[in-house]
């Protein structure tokens, strides 16, 4: 399915906006991620399994919290950064 | 010719120096953006750089570069902790803090130290990094630094690594807050070496643990000889004495001898430099009167001498951090400091005079003087 990765991590991705990963949850879709681009995983989801506090995660545009969320191939997944601060 | 290793709260900074050590050029920034709290170059190979970074919306990582700074990557493995049992509660880290190479003798290893205040090690050149669970799971680890509680204003650090270069097993390291701890095992087992340091922040007046090292710093070449800055004052410590003495009583009663970091001579190990801040009423941790200064010692912290030539002579609130002074290996030594204004001050005459040698950098993290492999 596609991923939408935001500016901060394009740097994982060869800069891609969209790129495609697999999985039937988020937890699975996140891992298959890292392995297509290596080190993507830890800047967002810390040692502990947590979203890491500014990183935000969508499906069809509902924002989760729980990385089992079930996903599927029509599913669109959106990976957002809240910015702040100076 | 000294290169001058510079992180910043925006990214990664070079300063070239050109032979006489009066003309510098920048180079930069690396990594636009992120938070550079240390950068530094493997003495052993003086090509190897690590950099431990995060962004404000990212996790913590290091990048390791071994071609000077041309090309970079990222640790295929960041300190982190291991998983927690399901249903516990597991410590996460929050930024790496503090590098440091370890011994001659052991190639490619590296220590790091994070926040909350625990310590990591690389075997390979800080490609991957693996707990050091001896201190990190220590049965006190808690009560020392208080769980790793927010203890400054950055989140609880560990500071500090100092490796004995006889012994590659023999470990010092700080936690802010907590205290310095020594190890003789390879960081196996730890235990408390904080006495004759003062801890005015806390009702027990003589503590084992629990003080704010700021800064602490081994001698290279007389490894008996432990300086510290800490929150309280200016300590010395000549092993195997297990008592701190607070050489900065000897400061001037006006300026007093708080600040953050703490620089050795690389070949007198009576001779030091500290950057005073003032740690009054609220602690506005900026120069003392707003006239910065540099104070040096070369008689083992008995006598102090102020080192303010060619600094601002008024209105400047000036705060250097723990990691942000550094001194190079000619003679006479360089000495150099970086501001949280963005400002590079370098003297090439150990102190006596200084000049600005870069300007509107952002708020400076740390500062490393480094004679890259040619």
Redesign the interface.
């Known amino acids: 399915m596609r991923v939408s990765i935001p500016t901060p991590l394009r740097s994982y991705t060869g800069e891609a906006a969209l790129v495609e990963a697999e999985g039937t949850t988020i937890r699975e879709l996140l891992v298959d991620l890292d392995r297509r681009h290596p080190g993507i995983r830890f800047r967002m989801i810390d040692e502990q399994d947590g979203i890491r506090p500014h990183v935000k995660i969508f499906v069809n545009r509902e924002q989760i919290a729980d990385l089992e969320v079930r996903v599927g191939p029509r599913d669109e997944v959106q990976i957002l950064q809240a910015l702040s601060g100076g | 010719m000294p290169v001058l290793l510079i992180g910043t709260k925006k990214g990664v900074f070079f300063l070239q120096a050109d032979p006489d050590r009066r003309s510098w050029s920048i180079e930069g920034p690396h990594f636009l953006g992120h938070l550079a709290y240390h950068v530094v170059l493997d003495p052993r190979d003086r090509r190897t750089l690590l950099l431990a970074a995060k962004?404000?919306?990212?996790?913590p990582?290091v990048f390791r570069s071994t071609d000077l700074g041309k090309t970079w990557s990222?640790a295929?493995s960041?300190p982190?902790?291991?998983?927690?049992p399901e249903g516990e509660?597991?410590?996460?880290?929050d930024h790496v803090f503090w590098l440091q190479p370890g011994a001659e003798s052991e190639p490619g290893v590296w220590y790091a130290g994070v926040s909350p205040p625990a310590l990591f090690r690389s075997e390979d050149a800080g490609n991957t990094w693996l707990p050091v669970a001896g201190w990190n799971d220590h049965p006190m680890w808690g009560t020392w630094t208080e769980d790793g509680a927010d203890g400054t204003p950055d989140g609880s650090i560990l500071h500090s690594v100092n490796v004995d270069p006889r012994d590659a097993r023999h470990l010092y390291i700080a936690a802010s807050g907590g205290g310095v701890f020594e190890s003789l095992d390879g960081g196996d087992d730890w235990r408390p070496l904080n006495r004759g340091c003062a801890a005015d922040f806390n009702p027990e007046p003589n503590p084992d643990y629990g003080h704010d090292p700021h800064c602490v710093r081994l001698h290279p070449l007389a490894p008996d000889v432990l300086w510290q800055q800490n929150h309280c004052g200016i300590y010395r410590l000549e092993r195997p004495a297990e008592e701190w003495q607070r050489v900065g009583d000897n400061m001037p009663r006006e300026v007093g001898d708080i600040g953050f970091p703490i620089e050795l001579h690389p070949r007198d190990p009576d001779a030091a430099w500290v950057f005073p801040m003032d740690g009054t009423d609220v602690w506005p941790r900026t120069s003392p009167g707003g006239r910065p200064a540099v104070y040096r010692t070369r008689d083992a912290g008995q006598s102090w001498r102020r080192c303010d030539q060619g600094l601002p002579r008024e209105h400047a609130w000036l705060t250097v951090l723990r990691q942000a002074m550094a001194v190079d290996a000619h003679d006479p030594v360089g000495v150099y400091f970086g501001t949280t204004t963005g400002q590079l001050w370098a003297s090439s005459d150990e102190g006596d005079t200084w000049t600005r040698i870069a300007d509107n950098l952002p708020h400076v993290y740390s500062v490393e003087v480094v004679e890259p492999a040619p």
């Open positions: 962004t404000g919306h990212l996790g990582t990222e295929s960041p982190a902790f291991a998983r927690a509660k597991g410590r996460v880290v």
